[in-house]
């Protein structure tokens, strides 16, 4: 069981996807000429902000963007096409060089609920609909727009963690979407260049609708194919107490903001749990053994797609932390509670700025012929020299609550002894 908690990027509530009515061009034309419909815009992955106003989303109308910006309406089969030849069409963007255009879903957060003696329409709920846009390269229409509407491009982490919950889950889900369409514009089967279908949630070989002459149909336009739909890693990331519940095994890159530890974390292997896939990690980058491993809760990541799994797992008795096995880190340290609370109460315990925010972005070089890489990492400090001074490692900060490293940090501080229990 889990611990009912709901992340940064989760939506409060979120949007209502109404993945069925992704498949109608009908349904989808009729959100996108509806003056109550909403476009989240991105560039490079930065959304489009209110200029001046930290965490507003500047969420623009049809009429304010303009049929050259916003582009084709989704596209309608011929009327005498067969069945499968529809299914080519239904809510496509052709050509394939139009901006992706991705549908959201529905605030239904004014309409009747379940509670309410108004009947709930399901199938057609009512409010707002919801679509992510990518700008492109048009930079002049842009340029005139921002203006004209008093927006600038936002930083794509900065700007999402200064954000409302529910303006932060429509965020995380458009970014992730028009990234994926953006970064799939050819064929992974045969090359050709990929058109976008049911609205925005799946991509298509062209040549399906375009045959090349003298060239074998690709294999994709036949069955089911993973690299067609939108996909999600998963990231597990572990928060390791010790057997007391009085320490938690945190960890540093060389690449980050000086004084940040957090949680240890790692991709999910295919053919894993997430319960081995946390022993796995904690192994492999601490040199920790793991006994009980237990679920918490997960986020959604847009950076670009991960889903994050938290756990809490308790560490076997005896060991010594050793970061010579995989080399990924700088440091790793039993941290005690009551550092990591003074550490969470301080004004800047987690706090970054954005050119943090851009170091945590880059990939972490790890140098494997330094002399360091063999080295053992002490297992037991005392609390005032795990504190970081001057040209020394040691901790100043961690993970804000938007980050769910952040959350079981928290968690732990909040309930050390029953999180141990638990396990």
Not at 343 to 351: D, H, K, R
Request: with cysteine.
């Amino acid at each position: 069981m889990g611990d009912n908690v709901i992340n940064f990027y989760a939506g409060q509530p979120p949007l209502n996807r109404v993945a069925f009515q992704r498949h109608s061009s009908e349904i989808m034309n009729r959100h996108l000429h509806d003056p109550e419909t909403r476009f989240l815009i991105f560039k490079d992955g930065r959304p489009l902000m209110k200029k001046d106003e930290s965490g507003r989303i500047l969420y623009l109308t049809k009429d304010q963007l303009g049929d050259e910006i916003l582009g084709q309406e989704f596209g309608v089969a011929p009327s005498d096409a067969s069945s499968d030849t529809k299914k080519l069409y239904e809510t496509s963007r052709l050509p394939h060089t139009e901006p992706a255009l991705v549908f959201l879903g529905i605030d239904d957060r004014e309409s009747p609920t379940t509670n309410s003696s108004s009947k709930v329409d399901h199938l057609n709920p009512q409010g707002p609909a919801y679509f992510a846009l990518d700008a492109q390269s048009q930079t002049d229409e842009w340029d005139s727009l921002l203006q004209k509407q008093n927006g600038e491009w936002g930083d794509a982490r900065s700007s999402g963690n200064s954000m409302s919950d529910w303006d932060a889950g429509v965020y995380a889900q458009g970014r992730a979407l028009v990234d994926w369409n953006v970064r799939n514009k050819f064929c992974p089967a045969c090359g050709s260049p990929t058109y976008s279908l049911w609205a925005g949630w799946k991509r298509n070989c062209t040549s399906s609708v375009q045959p090349v002459e003298g060239k074998e149909p690709c294999f994709s336009t036949k069955g089911l194919h993973n690299f067609a739909y939108p996909r999600t890693d998963p990231v597990i990331i572990m928060g390791i107490l010790d057997s007391t519940g009085e320490k938690m095994l945190l960890g540093r890159q060389k690449s980050w903001p000086k004084g940040m530890y957090s949680c240890l974390a790692g991709f999910i292997e295919p053919g894993e749990t997430f319960e081995d896939a946390t022993r796995r990690e904690v192994l492999e980058e601490a040199g920790i053994e793991v006994g009980p491993v237990r679920y918490s809760s997960s986020q959604p990541w847009p950076f670009p797609s991960n889903l994050m799994v938290g756990t809490f797992g308790r560490a076997k008795d005896g060991q010594s932390i050793r970061l010579d096995l995989d080399n990924e880190l700088e440091d790793a340290q039993w941290f005690p509670k009551s550092l990591i609370q003074k550490i969470i109460s301080s004004p800047t315990g987690s706090n970054f700025s954005q050119k943090d925010y851009k170091q945590l972005e880059q990939k972490s070089q790890t140098d494997h012929d330094q002399e360091t890489s063999a080295a053992l990492a002490p297992s037991e400090k005392k609390p005032d020299e795990l504190v970081a001074k001057d040209g020394e490692l040691g901790i100043s900060r961690v993970p804000p609550r938007t980050a769910i490293a952040g959350t079981l940090i928290r968690q732990w501080c909040e309930g050390g002894l029953e999180l141990v229990s638990k396990l």
